[in-house]
């Protein structure tokens, strides 16, 4: 009783009073502090996170399965993270400091991997995408072609180029310019679709996060007693 | 003549890598720049912070990693350099663990060399980075010192004089968030600016930029869309303030390289679409 019947009541009396701290300035304090409280418990699910990743790793190391030696590249990774994060305690400098601390461990991390890493895989993404264009972008049937037409539209928008090849055209036909049209797009037609997906997510939080206050929804528990 | 245009539907990829590559590098080493138009979304944002009065107080985000430093970093570089030219007070700040170093670059690439003048913690704080995502806008809407307790170099904000009369996101005049992801800036929106009625600014990756267009101009008062939105932001600033023409201008000269990579893409694009209907795919299909 006790293991489904107090988080129940907990989630709903939480939710509650986070409900009505939007709606009621004076509960601004206690949505602060929740939002506090969130951080700890969130740290307290990081230990769990981080336990859970070296079991999984480990035990696909030990047993060889594909790609068991990315595994121990993970894990070597965590592993170098975690000491060089417990060591910084406080305001600590030398090999133990900050990010931003010249000869840090995670100075070292950063600069050696971490940046090298994330700008590569981020630069092959501008190969990926030519290649995939010239593949996908073909105009085999009505949507196919609206869709490559409001690209090629939005990729010279997007550049001078796009102005000036539509410089010459008068001024009542202005509106027929590739920057104007760009934004027609991007302001119009993306604006409508952008919209209803964030209405539709709004609604799917609303009644998702109504069933969880109400009790209706319990999977978070176990999925047992949903 | 079908055969060949077949061959040309079906190219190797690494002919397509070959050419990106030789688009960003022959442009990057020549030096290749086009003029850059400030449009009306990019502009709000110029307009906005040059009309602040001196000493308002901006909140400056710098929600992003190393990843997007190429786009993200002209932004907040130009948007710092105006601010500090209007000597507007700055609070730095990341949601982002890998924003460490991004304001750390803003210390040593403006704040040092172009504004050695300026005094930390009286006219610029680096509040550093708070864990939490969204939850620290929550807590920083009503009580701002106490989401960010100390400042970057471990001092108590609530000893410094820039923090005089903060207590509340509501105190500040501007939010300012370049961002490459979540928490970004519909998460200032939702949480900070639009409870607090304060305006909130944006930059983001060009991939992020049209799911932000549902904000604007109500919520969101102007949005800096990937490297054209960084050049936009780069001309309005040297057009206005001319001094900053060889220190402000990354963005305007990697939108060279860019621009000519667009232009390949585009031709791969018409020239995919040429062999599909030209050569046998098409007839195939319709028959």
């Given at each position: 009783?006790?293991?489904?019947?107090?988080?129940?009541?907990?989630?709903?009396?939480?939710?509650?009073?986070?409900?009505?701290?939007?709606?009621?300035?004076?509960?601004?304090?206690?949505?602060?502090?929740?939002?506090?409280?969130?951080?700890?418990?969130?740290?307290?699910?990081f230990?769990?996170?981080?336990?859970?990743?070296?079991?999984?790793?480990?035990?696909?190391?030990?047993?060889?399965?594909?790609g068991?030696?990315?595994?121990?590249?993970?894990?070597?990774?965590?592993?170098?993270?975690?000491?060089?994060?417990?060591f910084?305690?406080?305001?600590?400098?030398?090999?133990?400091?900050?990010?931003?601390?010249q000869?840090?461990?995670?100075?070292?991390?950063?600069?050696?991997?971490?940046?090298?890493?994330?700008?590569?895989?981020?630069?092959?993404?501008?190969?990926?995408?030519?290649?995939?264009?010239?593949?996908?972008?073909?105009?085999?049937?009505?949507?196919?072609?609206?869709?490559?037409?409001?690209?090629?539209?939005?990729?010279?928008?997007?550049?001078?180029?796009?102005?000036?090849?539509?410089?010459?055209?008068?001024?009542?036909?202005?509106?027929?310019?590739?920057?104007?049209?760009?934004?027609?797009?991007?302001?119009?037609?993306?604006?409508?679709?952008?919209?209803?997906?964030?209405?539709?997510?709004?609604?799917?939080?609303?009644?998702t996060?109504?069933?969880?206050?109400?009790?209706?929804?319990?999977?978070?528990?176990?999925?047992?007693?949903? | 003549?079908?055969?060949?245009?077949?061959?040309?539907?079906?190219?190797?990829?690494?002919?397509?890598?070959?050419?990106?590559?030789?688009?960003?590098?022959?442009?990057?080493?020549?030096?290749?720049?086009?003029?850059?138009?400030?449009?009306?979304?990019?502009?709000?944002?110029?307009?906005?912070?040059?009309?602040?009065?001196?000493?308002?107080?901006?909140?400056?985000?710098?929600?992003?990693?190393?990843?997007?430093?190429?786009?993200?970093?002209?932004?907040?570089q130009?948007?710092?350099?105006?601010?500090?030219?209007?000597?507007?007070?700055?609070?730095?700040?990341?949601?982002?663990?890998?924003?460490?170093?991004?304001?750390?670059?803003?210390?040593?690439?403006?704040?040092?060399?172009?504004?050695?003048?300026?005094?930390?913690?009286q006219?610029?704080?680096?509040?550093?980075?708070?864990?939490?995502?969204?939850?620290?806008?929550?807590?920083?809407?009503?009580d701002?010192?106490?989401?960010?307790?100390?400042d970057?170099?471990?001092?108590?904000?609530?000893?410094?004089?820039?923090?005089?009369?903060?207590?509340?996101?509501?105190?500040?005049?501007?939010?300012?968030?370049?961002?490459?992801?979540?928490?970004?800036?519909?998460?200032?929106?939702?949480?900070?600016?639009?409870?607090?009625?304060?305006?909130?600014?944006?930059?983001?990756?060009?991939?992020?930029?049209?799911?932000?267009?549902?904000?604007?101009?109500?919520?969101?008062?102007g949005?800096?869309?990937?490297?054209?939105?960084?050049?936009?932001?780069?001309?309005?600033?040297?057009?206005?303030?001319?001094?900053?023409?060889?220190?402000?201008?990354?963005?305007?000269?990697?939108?060279?390289?860019?621009?000519?990579?667009?232009?390949?893409?585009?031709?791969?694009?018409?020239?995919?679409?040429?062999?599909?209907?030209?050569?046998?795919?098409?007839?195939?299909?319709?028959?």
């Amino acid at each position: 009783m006790i293991r489904v019947t107090l988080p129940v009541l907990l989630t709903s009396v939480v939710g509650f009073l986070l409900v009505a701290a939007f709606f009621f300035r004076g509960l601004n304090r206690v949505n602060s502090d929740l939002s506090e409280y969130f951080n700890i418990i969130a740290a307290v699910a990081f230990i769990l996170g981080g336990g859970n990743l070296l079991r999984m790793h480990l035990d696909k190391v030990q047993r060889r399965r594909p790609g068991w030696t990315y595994s121990i590249v993970t894990v070597v990774a965590f592993l170098f993270t975690l000491i060089a994060g417990l060591f910084k305690v406080g305001n600590s400098q030398g090999w133990t400091g900050p990010v931003e601390a010249q000869g840090s461990w995670f100075n070292f991390a950063y600069d050696a991997m971490f940046n090298p890493l994330q700008a590569t895989m981020f630069s092959l993404l501008a190969f990926f995408v030519a290649s995939a264009s010239y593949r996908a972008f073909r105009a085999r049937n009505v949507e196919a072609t609206l869709l490559l037409v409001a690209a090629l539209i939005i990729l010279l928008g997007r550049t001078f180029v796009g102005a000036f090849l539509t410089s010459w055209l008068p001024q009542p036909l202005q509106f027929l310019s590739i920057p104007n049209l760009s934004n027609w797009i991007m302001s119009t037609v993306n604006l409508a679709g952008a919209r209803a997906i964030i209405i539709g997510i709004g609604l799917g939080v609303i009644s998702t996060s109504l069933k969880i206050i109400l009790g209706i929804e319990r999977s978070y528990l176990g999925g047992r007693e949903s | 003549m079908s055969a060949f245009l077949d061959r040309v539907g079906r190219m190797d990829r690494r002919l397509i890598y070959v050419a990106i590559a030789l688009a960003v590098i022959i442009p990057l080493v020549a030096g290749l720049t086009f003029p850059v138009i400030t449009t009306p979304i990019v502009q709000n944002i110029f307009d906005k912070l040059d009309s602040l009065p001196e000493g308002s107080r901006v909140i400056l985000t710098a929600d992003f990693g190393p990843s997007t430093v190429p786009e993200n970093m002209p932004m907040i570089q130009a948007v710092l350099r105006h601010a500090l030219h209007k000597k507007l007070k700055v609070y730095l700040l990341t949601l982002w663990a890998t924003g460490i170093p991004q304001l750390d670059a803003l210390e040593q690439n403006v704040l040092a060399k172009d504004f050695p003048d300026r005094v930390a913690g009286q006219d610029w704080v680096n509040l550093g980075y708070k864990a939490g995502n969204q939850g620290v806008i929550n807590s920083a809407f009503s009580d701002f010192p106490g989401a960010f307790p100390v400042d970057s170099k471990g001092h108590d904000v609530r000893t410094l004089p820039i923090m005089e009369g903060v207590k509340r996101i509501a105190d500040f005049n501007l939010i300012v968030c370049i961002a490459s992801g979540f928490p970004g800036v519909k998460e200032w929106i939702q949480f900070g600016g639009d409870p607090a009625h304060v305006p909130v600014a944006g930059g983001v990756t060009a991939v992020e930029a049209p799911l932000l267009y549902p904000y604007y101009p109500r919520q969101l008062l102007g949005l800096m869309g990937g490297l054209q939105g960084a050049a936009e932001y780069e001309a309005a600033l040297v057009k206005q303030y001319p001094e900053y023409a060889s220190r402000s201008e990354e963005a305007i000269q990697r939108m060279g390289p860019q621009t000519v990579a667009h232009l390949v893409i585009i031709a791969f694009i018409v020239l995919g679409n040429v062999a599909f209907f030209t050569g046998g795919e098409w007839r195939r299909r319709r028959t």
